[in-house]
């Protein structure tokens, strides 16, 4: 019998049926009020956004002709992203870094923060690409976007191509992400 279950045994069958449906009553409403406050509290904390975070990746350049990229990262599922800015180039802004910067939404990518060679950098194509710096760091005025601007997707990451780069410096791309949900499971009415 459940925790908490007080029956007479001196009581008809009735009386214990009855006692038995009221008591397994109580457990299931303490049930559902314990169930819907924890969904109030995993809401208040999902409700955190949108916030701002910041995201890097760096590489060192193998030879100035092998192209690498950067790889952000993309959102959890759920969520996605609006970049806010985009700094690319050598460890500081005063860091000559040769070479030019081609910028991907994509679903190929390495692993994120690291340089990725061989066939991912291959695979990026002209109809993934969000942006392009002809020259590092980030030109000025450039790096910036706008609302809906460049959305990253769950199952999307934000790449960075570094093309004819100065081989064996360090590059460093830098994003200013909003975090949005896209998903919610909210119900309308939480009960008593």
Not at 69 to 82: K, S, T
Not at 145 to 173: F, H, K, P
Request: aromatic share 8%.
């Amino acid at each position: 019998m459940p925790t908490g279950v007080d029956l007479d045994v001196q009581a008809g069958p009735l009386e214990v049926v009855a006692g038995l449906s009221l008591e397994l009553g109580r457990l299931n409403d303490r049930y559902e009020r314990d169930r819907l406050e924890e969904r109030r509290q995993r809401e208040a904390m999902r409700a955190r956004v949108p916030m701002d975070v910041r995201f890097q990746a760096s590489g060192i350049c193998p030879t100035p002709t092998a192209r690498f990229g950067l790889n952000i990262g993309g959102p959890d599922v759920g969520f996605y992203w609006l970049i806010r800015r985009l700094v690319v180039g050598g460890v500081t802004f005063k860091t000559v870094a040769a070479g030019s910067a081609e910028i991907y939404v994509t679903a190929l990518a390495g692993q994120q923060g690291a340089a990725s060679f061989g066939p991912i950098v291959a695979g990026l194509a002209l109809s993934d690409m969000a942006d392009q710096f002809a020259s590092l760091p980030t030109p000025a005025g450039r790096g910036f976007y706008s609302n809906r601007q460049m959305v990253i997707q769950e199952n999307e990451n934000l790449v960075v191509l570094i093309d004819t780069g100065t081989a064996g410096q360090q590059y460093v791309a830098a994003a200013q992400v909003e975090v949005h949900r896209t998903v919610s499971d909210v119900e309308t009415d939480y009960g008593a």
